[in-house]
């Protein structure tokens, strides 16, 4: 099972660390082998249960979740989100939470959203032995504060206030960032100057690994979907097609025949 030390060795490698998302056993056993990371991410709450944002994510989702993907990866380090509400409020309330997100899934680590500001609470959960992934830039669970979701780096105010975030998440033990909808230049310098590891989602190449939400990549998603999101396959079509024809079968009376019944002789012609 690959470590966050395994994924912190990551800095600088030749090749880039591959993560993406898996909230279920199924998506899990199919993501296992290729990925160095496994990411219950709270993007769940959207991706799966057609949320408008992350704020609604529970702990009680996150972790029935992250018990299903522990279950089944074999290879993958899996992070848990905590999400928004679980661990802004104080370095108790964090812990709390991510010791039930820890001991009930299983999991080998915490990702939580925030730099500068939550250094106090990440540096307190690496000193319990918790170990962290941090998340800057882009935050999805201040898409209310933030009036949107809208790319970081544009302004000089924006490029130090990333940076100071960056060192703060270093600083503080975490093992690895997520970088998220922030310009190449200001992902790169970044990346240069942290000796963590850089996960870049919409960050560009100059990262350390790359991520991605899993049903945008394959084409499960409906409506919009990011303009950093490569699409990889049309899972969505593929499921109308294939229901499409079952649909067909069934109402032709073509499906069930004499293959996918008990009891029942096949005519065997002479
Ligand atoms: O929740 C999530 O899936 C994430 C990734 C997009 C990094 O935080």
Redesign the pocket.
């Known amino acids: 099972m690959k470590t966050p030390e395994y994924i912190r060795g990551f800095k600088n490698a030749p090749a880039p660390l591959v993560c993406l998302?898996a909230y279920s056993a199924p998506m899990a056993a199919a993501l296992d082998a290729s990925c160095d990371v496994l990411?219950v991410?709270?993007?769940l709450g959207t991706a799966l249960y057609g949320m408008d944002n992350?704020l609604g994510v529970t702990l009680e989702m996150m972790i029935a979740h992250g018990k299903a993907v522990v279950r089944t990866a074999k290879s993958a380090c899996v992070v848990v989100?905590m999400p928004y509400g679980t661990y802004e409020g104080s370095p108790g309330q964090a812990y709390e939470s991510a010791s039930r997100i820890m001991d009930e899934t299983g999991c080998a680590a915490v990702?939580l959203e925030g730099g500068a500001d939550m250094e106090a609470i990440i540096a307190h959960l690496v000193r319990q032995d918790v170990p962290v992934m941090g998340?800057i830039g882009l935050q999805p669970q201040s898409v209310i504060k933030d009036g949107g979701y809208k790319v970081k780096g544009k302004s000089n105010t924006e490029v130090s206030k990333l940076l100071e975030d960056a060192y703060a998440v270093e600083r503080a033990g975490a093992f690895s960032v997520?970088i998220?909808g922030t310009v190449e230049p200001v992902a790169r310098n970044i990346t240069q100057s942290i000796g963590i590891p850089t996960i870049g989602?919409g960050a560009s190449a100059a990262c350390d690994g790359q991520?991605l939400?899993s049903e945008d990549m394959l084409g499960m998603t409906p409506g919009h979907v990011p303009k950093f999101v490569k699409p990889y396959a049309d899972i969505a079509g593929e499921i109308a097609r294939a229901v499409e024809a079952y649909a067909r079968d069934v109402r032709s009376r073509a499906f069930p025949d004499a293959d996918y019944v008990y009891g029942v002789k096949k005519q065997v012609e002479s």
């Open positions: 998302t990411l991410g709270d993007s992350t989100d990702k998340h997520v998220e989602i991520i939400v």
